[in-house]
């Protein structure tokens, strides 16, 4: 480093710290960004505790099961609970078991969608999208407001911060009557924005990495395989989200004009990527591939036989599911046995399978809507990045797509489980107890990372841009 | 007054001149008219899916077929959330709220389907409509338009000259504000003139009865809304000694106004009022079904009680010997039981939401944009108040649905028979299509009195700074 760029780093730290204003914004942004983590970890413990209770009744539930094996059948209560735990004919539409998306240790510091969706649901061999289309308790005007989470403030007043430190870089000097002493200098001027952008980027950079630091560590342990990726991704975020506020304020400030018209331009930009660009593409996104669900809402209905006293349908119902199960179709030789409860049980499950295109088709359109409005990500560096965020903190849409991937295929475990039983004529025993279907969720590790890392490459890219238009300008640019 | 009209005249001409003026003006013009069209596109979309979604719902539960009234109460009916065509204009919080809803018997399900599940995070940063522009864009617009009212004029010396030639500050505040205001009337009419013509065009599901005096009273609140953005942006330039900082603070205000404050309020409520998961709200329902609301009228205990109340009144000693089925007398009492105790569950629920959302009412004391937000979502018929009214009517309709077919059952079939009784489309025509009318206009302004005093003060508080800073100011600078 040479002797120039130490006096001018000097000087500019020692304009800093006399600077009371740019101290206390700096502490009031940290004290904000400590709050916004407090208020993440107070979110995702509600959730933690929730899926605690949650598993309480769950375990509870197939406790009560397996003791009522072991009870003395005295009263008709006694005798309803084996009933329930032994008997498929009811434990296939009695029993729960509870689909769980446990947050992930970073869900903390970027909320995302994990208000918006359920993460938990209880399922039992009941027509699936019967049960999958319930809400979480919500408050709307709290889900239309937003998370004051640890993103928001990196997203939205971390730029706010980087604005009012250096719009007034170049303005700043011309309208103190400096600017004519700096020409004079050997050093150019470019070099001498250069160097104090690059102060003000580690100071608020450093900054930003301080809290992350805080959120990260707090949130979670960094050092375990799950988190360490994630918390490295977050990092190098932080780092180049940061980079391309100032590479755009450089550009900005390149343009030479006054203080104010400075600050309204930086505004603007800002106004432009967090507010007007994402408000723009929202309508039309909606506009351009508007949603039905009026259709979805039909195969939520609770369907039964026309008619439940005709043998003849509920017979032809099971045949329909047969044909569709191979390995139960031995079992039509028993048909004659608990013949309402196999057609219930066939209906439900024949419901779902026909309903399946139309969840299908729908889910489709949603990911068409996501994957064109992705492209846009180019010019929304903001969007981008909180998009990246989620990413790494799993409260994104596509984690919650996955989600209902794999419930599908436990609810699918859950009805064969049971089914196997019914249609087999086959009580519960004990020790089918222990081998009760469980829920396990897939992920794409590989998919997870190459997402970040190409939304992090599309903001290194602009910030380049913003960077070297900056550099070309602030060089031709006359005063 | 003349030097009033004079001073306003000149000001008009100043902001004719500056290109940054007219480019924003074009911006809002651009956004306000993007915001219009995606908005008349979007309600048409939606209203006609509705509409089609609930005729064919109607002809559905009319041609569901002979079959007992139980199984029809089970197979039930969906109610769709109908599009007002104030949505148009302010959005509100209908991406947030449920758009259909399953009634069945003996089961509140919840609202399903929130837009927004079905878009991705970016949905968080806000969608671009009219009220959006207004509420948050067009104080911005004002702020850059009246940042130098003052600041400009003392640093090119004119403000000496104007007061020494014996106008009044008063004067000059008033001569700004006039043209501050006419000129963002100028901007904004054209958008009234093409929402009006739009209007008149629609046609409108019906549910909102008073159109006319929303929109009247939408205009009043905006024009009052930015009219303390203009007289405030004024005292701040009149307080400033330079451009630069009447500009910071200002920015610095807005920021605050309108993004840090209603997103930490409503994070405030929320921490303060928990809510409880769907899971153990619905445990805790079930639970005073099974066991009574008191915890010890269990509902066998009620159910014995029902029975013992029919024989005694009947007089006879059997259920089988009472004129009509108790089946269907004690399946409608269960559903009275549980819409009793679903009632009080409920209730609570909303006191919750209430006081989530009360912490952010009281805050537009602090922010004034808080006031136009509930004000404006409430008078387009967006609000929380009308999804609760709605959820209210329409459980309403499941209870009436309910009770026929259970007391049709009661009255037509017999005890220990099932399939044997079959009612058909006689009982579904009895049951009316559903339809749904917001509540009127003062009654739903009555829900926001705290926002309108809150506007009012802010009003009245503005008026008096600059009262009395331009008395507090020195003739001669």
């Not at chain 1, 995702?44 to 929730?50: E, N, P, S």
């Not at chain 1, 139960?328 to 779902?352: E, F, P």
């Not at chain 2, 059997?318 to 399946?331: A, D, Q, T, V």
Request: charged fraction near 20%.
């Amino acid at each position: 480093m040479s002797k120039v760029t130490i006096t001018l780093l000097r000087y500019e730290w020692i304009a800093f710290t006399r600077n009371t204003f740019q101290i206390v914004m700096l502490g009031c942004t940290f004290l904000l960004g400590l709050y916004s983590i407090y208020y993440g970890q107070s979110e995702i413990k509600v959730q933690r505790d929730t899926i605690q209770d949650v598993m309480e009744i769950e375990k509870t539930e197939f406790h009560q099961y397996q003791a009522s094996f072991k009870e003395e059948l005295a009263s008709v209560e006694q005798k309803k609970k084996l009933e329930i735990a032994s008997d498929p004919a009811y434990a296939w539409h009695r029993h729960g078991y509870h689909a769980i998306l446990h947050p992930h240790d970073y869900a903390a510091l970027a909320i995302g969608q994990c208000d918006l969706h359920p993460y938990y649901y209880r399922l039992t061999g009941m027509s699936l999208h019967y049960q999958l289309f319930e809400n979480e308790i919500a408050n709307p005007v709290k889900l239309y407001v937003g998370n004051f989470d640890l993103s928001f403030v990196l997203i939205y007043l971390f730029p706010l911060l980087i604005i009012a430190f250096c719009y007034g870089l170049y303005s700043g000097e011309k309208e103190n009557g400096v600017l004519p002493l700096l020409y004079i200098q050997t050093v150019n001027i470019r070099r001498i924005i250069i160097v104090r952008l690059v102060l003000y980027f580690f100071l608020i950079t450093g900054l930003a990495l301080l809290i992350s630091m805080i959120g990260l560590t707090t949130s979670g342990n960094i050092m375990t395989s799950e988190n360490s990726l994630a918390a490295l991704f977050w990092i190098l975020g932080v780092i180049i989200y940061c980079a391309f506020w100032f590479a755009v304020l450089f550009f900005i400030v390149s343009l030479k004009m006054n203080s104010s018209f400075t600050a309204i331009t930086a505004a603007g930009v800002w106004l432009l990527f967090l507010i007007i660009i994402p408000a723009v593409l929202n309508v039309w996104v909606t506009t351009r591939y508007p949603l039905d669900s009026t259709s979805l809402a039909e195969i939520t209905r609770r369907t039964s036989l026309e008619n439940e006293e005709d043998k003849n349908e509920a017979r032809e119902v099971i045949y329909e599911f047969l044909a569709h199960n191979p390995h139960l179709q031995g079992s039509d030789s028993l048909i004659h046995n608990n013949t309402l409860a196999k057609a219930y049980a066939a209906l439900t499950s024949l419901k779902d399978m026909h309903s399946k295109k139309d969840v299908d088709h729908y889910n489709n359109q949603v990911y068409q809507r996501n994957r064109w409005i992705s492209d846009f990500h180019w010019v929304n560096p903001a969007v981008n990045m909180q998009s990246i965020f989620i990413h790494i903190a799993k409260t994104d849409l596509n984690t919650f797509h996955q989600f209902h991937t794999s419930i599908e295929s436990f609810h699918r475990n859950i009805s064969d489980f049971y089914f196997q039983k019914l249609f087999w004529d086959k009580p519960i025993q004990r020790e089918d107890y222990s081998r009760l279907p469980s829920f396990k969720i897939k992920t794409d590790e590989v998919k997870w990372s190459t997402l970040i890392l190409l939304g992090i490459v599309k903001i290194s890219i602009a910030t380049i841009l913003f960077f070297g238009i900056g550099f070309i300008i602030m060089k031709k640019k006359k005063i | 007054m003349n030097e009033v009209l004079l001073i306003a005249k000149k000001e008009i001409q100043i902001a004719l001149r500056k290109k940054l003026i007219a480019a924003l003006a074009i911006v809002i013009i651009g956004l306000l008219s993007i915001a219009l069209y995606t908005g008349y596109v979007a309600y048409n979309q939606q209203q006609t899916i509705i509409e089609q979604a609930k005729q064919e719902n109607r002809t559905e539960w009319l041609g569901q077929g002979d079959k007992h009234p139980h199984i029809a109460a089970h197979y039930g009916t969906f109610v769709f959330k109908p599009k007002t065509i104030l949505s148009l204009f302010d959005f509100g919080l209908d991406t947030y709220t449920g758009t259909s809803v399953y009634l069945e018997a003996h089961y509140q399900h919840e609202f399903m389907f929130r837009p927004a599940q079905d878009h991705s995070s970016m949905i968080r940063f806000g969608e671009l409509s009219a009220a959006m522009v207004f509420q948050i864009l067009i104080p911005l617009l004002i702020i850059f338009l009246a940042f130098t009212a003052f600041t400009e004029e003392r640093e090119n010396g004119t403000l000496k000259l104007l007061i020494s030639q014996g106008v009044s500050y008063s004067s000059i505040i008033k001569g700004k504000i006039i043209a501050y205001v006419s000129i963002l009337f100028a901007i904004v009419i054209p958008f009234f003139v093409i929402a009006f013509i739009l209007s008149t065009v629609i046609t409108d599901s019906g549910s909102i009865p008073d159109v006319g005096l929303r929109v009247l009273f939408l205009l009043i609140v905006y024009a009052v809304y930015l009219s303390i953005f203009v007289a405030f942006s004024v005292w701040v330039s009149m307080q400033s000694s330079t451009g630069r900082n009447a500009l910071l603070t200002l920015l610095t205000c807005w920021i605050l106004f309108t993004i840090i404050i209603p997103k930490t309020t409503a994070n405030f409520g929320e921490s303060f009022y928990p809510l409880p998961s769907m899971k153990i709200y619905r445990e805790a329902i079930q639970k005073d079904i099974r066991n009574g609301l008191d915890g010890k009228n269990p509902k066998i205990a009620r159910e014995q009680q029902l029975k013992k109340e029919y024989l005694q009144h009947y007089n006879v000693d059997s259920i089988h010997k009472l004129p009509l089925n108790f089946e269907g007398i004690r399946m409608q009492a269960g559903e009275d039981y549980g819409n009793k105790v679903y009632d009080v569950h409920w209730e609570r629920l909303i006191d919750i939401f209430n006081h989530q959302n009360r912490i952010s009412s009281l805050s537009s004391f602090i922010t004034p944009y808080l006031a136009i937000r509930n004000v404006s979502m409430g008078l387009a018929a967006t609000d929380l108040n009308t999804s609760i009214h709605f959820q209210k009517v329409t459980e309403n309709y499941r209870r009436e649905l309910i009770r026929k077919m259970n007391l049709d059952m009661a009255q037509n079939s017999k005890y220990g028979e099932f399939y044997e009784y079959k009612a058909d489309k006689n009982l579904w025509k009895t049951v009316k299509d559903f339809r749904y009318t917001t509540m009127s206009a003062y009654e739903i302004l009555r829900q926001y009195l705290i926002e309108l005093l809150s506007l009012c003060c802010w009003g009245l508080v503005i008026f008096f700074l600059l009262n009395y800073s331009s008395h507090k100011k020195k003739p001669v600078l």
